[in-house]
T-cell receptor
Framework: DAKTTQPPSMDCAEGRAANLPCNHS???????VYWYRQIHSQGPQYIIH???NNETNEMASLIITEDRKSSTLILPHATLRDTAVYYC?????????????FGGGTRLMVKP | DGGITQSPKYLFRKEGQNVTLSCEQN?????MYWYRQDPGQGLRLIYY???????QKGDIAEGYSVSREKKESFPLTVTSAQKNPTAFYLC?????????????????FGPGTRLTVL
């Protein structure tokens, strides 16, 4: 699976949009971009995933660049409860076991 | 309600003792996974199982053992051979049946067990 690079930490004001970047310059054509988040001392929570088109769900939007070498997770109106570590992962859908390879993630701090 | 449960939430053991962490799911998922997380770091895969009675080593399997006798259960034993067992352990499962609306569905994680070896 391709390696991802994320900034170690970010701050965001409550009510504003949080834009979390992820670089995955070695992504291959059959690899998807996944985003998870982990609130302190809890299991990771799935947020969204995409291949090349932008995706949106009730939690967030995922913007993938045309060359697919980077993506941005957007939380449109961040709340204090969005404070967490956000993990960007790229993987195929047919690798053995389909396990997830987590990097260090971005620690998002939403401030009042 | 369907979900994954791990017990206990906090576990303390003396050095040199084996300890077994429980993971149960009632989601009818075939695939199950064990991850370890150390402070400030991402998750690392210990073992995974794609089907009952079968399991594979992950990246850091040394000092751990698992069993998969039932679809619902995937217990992890931390043996005395594991040099740094104190960590947060997470279990996950995934639907691989292809019948779900989203076939390549995300992994569902349990709440985790924090193991401290004294």
């Amino acid at each position: 699976d391709a390696k991802t690079t994320q900034p170690p930490s970010m701050d965001c004001a409550e009510g504003r949009a949080a834009n979390l970047p992820c670089n995955h310059s070695t992504i291959s054509g059959n690899e998807y971009v996944y985003w998870y988040r982990q609130i302190h001392s809890q299991g990771p929570q799935y947020i969204i995933h995409g291949l090349k088109n932008n995706e949106t769900n009730e939690m967030a939007s995922l913007i993938i660049t045309e060359d697919r070498k980077s993506s941005t997770l957007i939380l449109p109106h961040a709340t204090l409860r969005d404070t967490a570590v956000y993990y960007c992962i790229v993987r195929t859908h047919n690798n053995a076991g389909n396990m997830l390879t987590f990097g260090g993630g971005t620690r998002l701090m939403v401030k009042p | 309600d369907g979900g994954i449960t791990q017990s206990p939430k906090y576990l303390f053991r003396k050095e040199g003792q084996n300890v077994t962490l429980s993971c149960e799911q009632n989601l009818n998922h075939d695939a199950m996974y064990w991850y370890r997380q150390d402070p400030g770091q991402g998750l690392r895969l210990i073992y995974y199982s794609q089907i009952v009675n079968d399991f594979q080593k992950g990246d850091i399997a040394e000092g751990y053992s698992v069993s998969r006798e039932k679809k619902e259960s995937f217990p992890l034993t931390v043996t005395s051979a594991q040099k740094n067992p104190t960590a947060f352990y997470l279990c996950a499962s995934r639907d691989t049946s292809g019948r779900a609306l989203s076939f390549y569905n995300e992994q569902f994680f349990g709440p985790g067990t924090r193991l401290t070896v004294l």
